[in-house]
């Protein structure tokens, strides 16, 4: 989210738009058509591991591996919604609200909990990272929690002394 200058030192409130993966509703995040149920998958019985032997001149060699039919989830989905094609999750935007704190600077990352991408086979969601930027301002410049402004004077002000208006 890009910031002004002002937003980031007062604090505010941004309405995002966030693109991400959402359980889908007409499956309830299965993966299979309605009324259907993921069944288990034969080649591994379930596990979602395969043992593969080979020999070797060195003699025989066992190596576990990733089922290849169900690709790791121990169930194989016969039936697939005609929503989300199998994967269970649909790709959504949403409007949310992130609130910033007053004196945010360039570069930091706002976490908000929960409203990442869901986990995988129901698990809880992620984290939500913001990275912030600020645009520069006309007359502040920012140097750690330092505000630097250059006022242009003259000669005989700096060396009689004068009253001048800072922004």
Do not use: M, W
Not at 48 to 71: E, K, S
Not at 135 to 158: E, M, W
Request: aromatic residues 2%.
């Amino acid at each position: 989210v890009t910031l002004t200058f002002e937003e980031a030192a007062k604090g505010c409130a941004k309405d995002l738009n966030i693109t991400r993966h959402e359980p889908c509703s007409a499956c309830g995040g299965t993966g299979a058509k309605a009324g259907t149920q993921p069944q288990t998958c034969s080649a591994c019985k379930g596990t979602g591991q395969v043992r593969v032997q080979q020999n070797t001149p060195f003699g025989r060699i066992q190596n576990v591996r990733a089922c290849d039919v169900c690709h790791g989830t121990g169930q194989v989905i016969k039936d697939p919604c005609p929503r989300c094609g199998g994967a269970g999750q649909v790709r959504t935007t949403k409007r949310r609200t992130v609130k910033i704190p007053a004196g945010i600077d360039d570069g930091q990352v706002i976490r908000v909990a929960g409203q990442g991408e869901p986990g995988q086979r129901g698990g809880p969601p992620g984290d939500l990272q913001v990275l912030v930027r600020v645009r520069p301002h006309k007359y502040f410049v920012r140097k750690g929690n330092d505000l630097y402004c250059t006022v242009p004077i003259s000669l005989t002000q700096a060396a009689l002394g004068a009253e001048i208006d800072v922004p």
